[in-house]
T-cell receptor
């Protein structure tokens, strides 16, 4: 019940494309859903996060869509750039677990020039 | 770049040995969380320290232990190393137990 399933495992798009990464969760106690970006040799960095009281959140070129009834959320990257090439992780946590995050398995994104 | 620093950056040990990893939290943060990231996988929660006390633990055996010091820096100790302990160990600090995490760059541990 603690799992967060992420897809696809890898994704290749052309510059300017809109990659979409999907995640699904089971634990209905989760109420915080962040996305992290990780470059090789670095730790994950928080990109954007959402709580279940809204269905969409946008920050710059990054948008989270959230479907509470389906227990799914996704990350959209608008106008993707080669510099966006990285591994992206979705995660989730609940009020009782605080900052104890359950991560998805990651999506390796490649944006070709 | 976050203000979370980890040392060493890389470490090679042999099976059965013990290892200590260190983490300095970002200024103003009183909570440190440790995660293990195996190759090609997402980070997994090991434990969290808040005000020098363990404040939650993931599904890791007792040979994984930790400490938090009065300056909020932290150590992760792993005894009786096994080959499967080879991973990137990430430290994250936060303003409190339920606040946003800021990750360091990690310590890459290889167990031979």
């Amino acid at each position: 019940q603690q799992q967060v399933k992420q897809s696809p495992q890898s994704l290749i798009v052309q510059k300017g494309g809109i990659p979409i990464i999907n995640c699904a969760y089971e634990n209905t106690a989760f109420d915080y859903f962040p996305w992290y970006q990780q470059f090789p040799g670095k730790g994950p960095a928080l990109l954007i996060a959402i709580r279940p009281d809204v269905s969409e959140k946008k920050e710059g070129r990054f948008t989270i869509s959230f479907n509470k009834s389906a227990k799914q959320f996704s990350l959209h990257i608008m106008d993707s750039q080669p510099g966006d090439s990285a591994t992206y992780f979705c995660a989730a946590s609940g009020e009782t677990s605080g900052s104890r995050l359950t991560f998805g398995e990651g999506t390796q994104l490649t944006v070709n020039p | 770049e976050t203000g979370v620093t980890q040392s060493p950056t890389h470490l090679i040990k042999t099976r059965g040995q013990q290892v200590t990893l260190r983490c300095s939290s970002q200024s103003g943060h009183n909570t440190v969380s440790w995660y293990q990231q195996a190759l090609g996988q997402g980070p997994q929660f090991i434990f969290q320290y808040y005000r020098e006390e363990e404040n939650g633990r993931g599904n890791f055996p007792p040979r994984f232990s930790g400490l938090q010091f009065p300056n909020y820096s932290s150590e992760l100790n792993v005894n009786a190393l096994e080959l499967d302990d080879s991973a990137l160990y990430l430290c994250a600090s936060s303003f409190g137990p339920n606040e946003k995490l800021f990750f360091g760059s990690g310590t890459q541990l290889s167990v031979l």
